[in-house]
């Protein structure tokens, strides 16, 4: 049913409706800056384009993209919050009237007032339709011929190429970049499983294939030119000038790959189904342990040489983008690009872990913090002007290291996240996941090549974004984002443009905001009976979601619409940024005193939810201060660098997770699954986060249960704890095989899982997530308590001596 509110004809999204493609820190608003400041809530918006929680609506119908209406004015998207009329709307976001004849082209909103009103884009808060669609051919014939494409397709990188008379593709190349050096048989047998797999993810997509491997200063790319004659073999570059020289050339003539194959198409090969067994035969035989491999590794001119393949290609039409994943074995250790592994001292960290059994002093801690900055700013910026021409190129590069010792993912990371690429971290000693997430990167990778443009209502602006993003230089309010999955999300900071603040009369009492993304898909549609791929097609899509905010009353009113997920999504993103620019001290500093004052002025306005202050706010800061990405102990410089990145892209309620893992009973629920959302700490005016049997992350919340089974769920691990055994590892099929399943299908990439059953296991999986009693610098201070307690205690005394002080 349709609700209306006083401000005629704008239906309003029924409140249920958890949609959280855009969930504002708070939805009602401060009215202007000094109200704000005062108040010490974030103004910004956590944006998940593809969330599945939305209920979008899908235009089958409009044929052309420009049967959409749009504002001329501003040209945004026509949406519920617009006021219309037989003639023409109002624009939800900047007011001005456009007739529908300028708004669109065709009869789309010709037919009565009755019927444009119910029309998807005005009836929904979010709706998708497609640009451009291209099928691409199964049977491994020529995906040029099929090619159904419309105009204003997303072309763009390949329309100079156009004028030469060329024939383009669509398609991306898939490049693995494989590092042998020290690779035993173990990790080889590995990384075939992995490619396979990658192979496998791309199923039906008329992508290209090339595997490039280098090993001490041989660089080889594997030819698939004869391989149907079953004459796979590989090009061989030698790296020996490439590492040492700025201008190796001047050693006379190097052979690049370009030099020594017939044609690009040589190593980047289609992949076709016909194909696949015989590409994995070559990898088969190509990639091979060999002991006695040298442990220096020159990676710079690997990447390169790589980039330089996939530039001609794409100069060529061959493909229009491409994924390059980098499986790494360490640090890159000789020539251009080179890390400093070795500039990681006797690490006082370290020894606190591995050595000692004594608490940390407060000396201990400083040194220990002064001893992780140091490590988290790259030695050189190598990697981030590689990142960036990659992202000019259309060209994402995921790290994927597999290493026990300092690599200096820090001066690498730039690397993948310029490009908008993942990175990854695996222990040698451990099992290694790196099959099932190679997959799932891939395959659960649901946009690429996408843009993200951000309109807001005219008396706000953005001030920052946050994220595996990159502002456009000439369009304000426009981002790139090479590849987006479903859990991804963005963050943006706003202010306001004037002093004035929000005008009403401007928003009509509602500031709006209005995300229009625009990406490519694949879309498989599967035989219901077979589960065979019947069709696989490539598609340009647009979603545009429209919400609106209200004008806080008064400063109370701020806090109780407080979303606090999305508030210290914001949050930690915003401290992320301090320690790389400023260091980890002072971000660590600035987070307490922000929550300091958060805490003061909400006691102060919010005496009815003592809870917002005093209970979850405050575990969330304490969760973040002891998480990997800022704690400076315990955790290897690597395993932070990767915790960080992981971060920022993390939607609200994950990185709410990651802060303060979820400790409830596992209850069996009527079929399968549930509503992603009943377990978080949204907050609203009927719920609250422990009323929702979330429990305190303490050894005592262990025993409250009464038996039965836990689950101890952090961003990115899973802990199921028994008090009775019996039923360990759960049958499978089962409610608790089912849940458990369900979690792991919805995160990007395989979560660790555990068991743990009390009084049987080594119970450290799950002590270590119970971190309520954690040392921290705080034990130090707070008078014999630890953890939380001591925390509390410590924010207890300067609330004090703040007191006094005014
Ligand atoms: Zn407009």
Request: aromatic fraction near 8%.
């Amino acid at each position: 049913m349709r609700t209306y509110d006083n401000d005629a004809r704008v239906p309003t999204p029924s409140t249920s409706d958890r949609s959280d493609v855009v969930r504002w820190s708070t939805t009602s608003l401060p009215r202007d800056s000094t109200e704000k400041n005062s108040i010490g809530v974030p103004l910004s918006v956590v944006v998940r384009p593809l969330s599945a929680n939305a209920a979008c609506a899908r235009i089958t119908d409009a044929r052309k993209p420009d049967r959409i209406a749009r504002c001329t004015s501003c040209f945004g998207y026509v949406s519920a919050y617009c006021v219309v009329d037989h003639r023409g709307f109002a624009c939800g976001t900047c007011a001005s009237y456009t007739p529908w004849r300028d708004a669109s082209r065709g009869k789309r909103y010709a037919r009565g007032l009755a019927s444009i009103q119910d029309l998807p884009e005005i009836r929904s808060e979010t709706y998708e339709f497609d640009v451009a669609v291209e099928e691409i051919s199964l049977g491994g014939g020529d995906a040029a011929e099929t090619e159904v494409l419309e105009e204003n397709d997303w072309r763009r990188r390949a329309v100079r190429n156009e004028a030469n008379g060329m024939r383009m593709s669509n398609g991306r190349a898939v490049v693995a970049v494989v590092d042998l050096n020290e690779a035993d048989e173990e990790y080889c047998e590995l990384l075939k499983l992995a490619l396979s797999s990658a192979m496998e993810a791309l199923d039906g997509e008329d992508a290209r294939f090339a595997v490039v491997t280098f090993r001490g200063e041989v660089l080889e790319a594997i030819s698939f030119r004869d391989l149907e004659c079953g004459d796979g073999h590989t090009e061989r570059v030698s790296l020996t000038f490439f590492d040492s020289n700025p201008n190796p050339r001047k050693h006379g003539f190097i052979r690049s790959v370009r030099d020594v194959v017939s044609g690009i198409e040589d190593v980047l090969t289609k992949l076709t189904p016909d194909r696949k067994s015989v590409i994995e035969q070559a990898i088969e035989t190509l990639i091979v342990s060999d002991e006695n491999s040298v442990s220096e590794r020159i990676f710079g001119p690997v990447l390169e040489e790589t980039l330089s393949v996939v530039e001609q290609a794409i100069d060529e039409g061959l493909i229009s983008s491409a994924r390059i994943l980098t499986f790494l074995r360490g640090g890159p250790s000789r020539g251009v690009g080179s890390c400093d592994i070795s500039r990681l001292p006797k690490s006082v960290a370290d020894v606190l872990i591995r050595e000692s059994a004594a608490k940390p002093t407060l000396e201990d801690f400083e040194f220990a913090s002064r001893e992780a900055e140091a490590l988290m700013f790259p030695a050189h910026d190598y990697y981030e002007s590689v990142g960036e021409r990659c992202l000019l190129l259309g060209v994402e590069v995921d790290v994927i290291m597999t290493c026990d010792e300092f690599a200096d993912l820090s001066t690498l990371a730039p690397l993948a996240e310029k490009s908008g690429g993942n990175v990854s971290l695996y222990l040698n000693s451990q099992k290694i996941p790196i099959v099932g997430d190679v997959y799932r990167l891939l395959r659960h990778e649901k946009a690429i090549n996408a843009t993200l443009r951000v309109r807001t209502t005219a008396d706000l602006e953005i001030a920052n974004a946050y994220g595996a993003l990159h502002a456009d230089k000439a369009y304000s309010g426009l981002f790139h984002i090479a590849s987006c999955g479903l859990n991804d999300a963005f963050c943006f900071d706003f202010d306001y443009s004037t002093s004035a603040g929000l005008e009403e009369d401007l928003n009509r009492g509602h500031p709006k905001i209005q995300v229009a993304f625009e990406y490519t898909c694949i879309t498989r549609d599967v035989d219901e009976h077979t589960g065979a791929i019947v069709a696989v097609q490539r598609r340009r899509r647009r979603r545009i979601h429209t919400c609106r905010a209200n004008i806080a009353k008064n400063p109370r009113d701020v806090y109780r619409h407080v979303d606090v997920n999305a508030m210290m999504c914001v949050l930690a993103r915003q401290t992320s940024l301090m320690a790389c620019e400023e260091g980890l001290t002072e971000a660590r500093r600035a987070l307490v005193d922000w929550f300091l004052e958060f805490d003061a002025n909400a006691k102060r306005e919010n005496t009815s939810w003592p809870e917002l202050g005093s209970e979850i706010v405050p575990r969330l800061v304490y969760g973040l201060l002891a998480s990997k990405v800022f704690y400076p102990i315990g955790a290897r410089p690597d395993e932070r660098t990767f915790a960080r990145l992981r971060m920022m892209r993390l939607n609200a309620d994950d990185s709410a997770r990651m802060m303060y893992p979820d400790l409830r009973a596992f209850v069996e629920k009527n079929g399968v699954g549930g509503n992603e959302n009943d377990d978080v700490y949204h907050i609203d005016r009927r719920s609250t986060m422990f009323a929702r049997g979330r429990l305190h992350l303490r050894r005592e919340s262990l025993g409250e249960t009464n038996g039965g089974i836990l689950f101890l769920r952090s961003a990115d691990e899973l802990v199921v704890i028994y008090h009775d055994a019996e039923s360990c590892p759960p049958p499978f099929g089962g409610p608790l095989d089912r849940e458990i399943r369900r979690i792991c299908d919805s995160q990007t990439l395989a979560m660790k899982i555990t068991y743990v059953r009390l009084g049987l296991d080594d119970p450290a999986p799950a002590d270590a997530l119970l971190f309520e009693h954690a040392e921290s610098e705080f034990t130090t201070m707070g008078a014999g308590l630890e953890g939380f307690d001591a925390f509390r205690q410590f924010c207890r005394l300067q609330m004090d001596k703040t007191g006094q002080i005014a």
